[in-house]
């Protein structure tokens, strides 16, 4: 315990501002099957209910388009490609928002979703999203808040919502 | 030690407890500030010897306040606010909708009195 007792600078001030364009990690115990979360990332009746109401559009293949479209499916808010992929285990693909032309305008940046089964019926997601170096506004859009209403919003989806869709 | 099963599920009380550190709240705002750093980059801000920094690393890692990735042979550190988001939703948002909540009756009362 006598490295919890020395402790010579402690944050009054807190912290300066953070930079969002370093990458960003976002891990979340989710009670659900790798399956279930999988179909969650990659099935638009899922990312309908937490993510923004965005309709995904994917087949979960690499090298094929992975699109977000609006609710009303009329307007295309991502059109990217799967990087890569392993079904019920890791997902990466393109990220660039076009709904909105300062972001439209920054290069594609990169998105990863990875699934790890743990004991319990509980799985681990982690969310990096990176190669945000080029594109401030879009790092600052999605940081803190943005995705970490994604993420609670489909724990709550995946652990409280409709059984007969979530699983 | 078991390592694989590092951390507990959705264990409010290792978040609570590792918080209540000033070092390790140190720690989180340096990452906060630059995620994906070293421990020697961590290392040189706070005062610490270089196993009392590990020291605190490890209980915000098990806390699952601080997630480690490997890029090469460097293990970089990031700040995971998911935790804190989530203790702000079940221990903040409640009350704060309670305090909305009587703000209105309390506009209802004064409005009805006139």
Known sequence: MSTEDATPEPTSTGPTAPDPTRPQVYQIFIRATPEAIWEAITRPEFTTR???????????????????????????????????AEPGRRLVVGWRSLYDPRFAAEPASRVSWEIDPQDGGYCLLTVVHDRLESSPATAA?????????????????????DPLVAR | ????????????????????????????????????????????????????????????????LVV???????????????PIQLIHERWIDKYTQGRAAALIELKHELEDER
């Open chain 1, 50 to 84: 937490y993510f923004h109401g965005a309709r995904v559009e994917t087949t979960g293949e690499v090298g094929t388009p992975f699109r977000y479209l609006s609710p009303d499916g009329t307007a295309v808010w991502g059109d990217e490609t799967v990087l890569e």
């Open chain 1, 141 to 161: 859009n999605v940081q803190g808040p943005g995705w970490m209403m994604v993420l609670s919003g489909l724990k709550t989806l995946l652990e409280t919502g």
């Open chain 2, 1 to 64: 030690m078991v390592t694989y099963a590092r951390r507990v599920v959705d264990d409010e009380d290792a978040v609570f407890k590792a918080l209540a550190d000033p070092t390790r709240r140190r720690l989180l705002d340096l990452l906060f500030e630059a995620g994906g750093r070293t421990q020697t980059d961590l290392e040189s801000h706070i005062e610490m010897s270089r196993y009392g920094v590990a020291k605190h690393l490890k209980v915000l890692e098990d806390a699952g």
């Open chain 2, 68 to 82: 480690t990735r490997r890029n090469g042979r460097e293990k970089l550190h990031h700040l995971n606010p998911v």
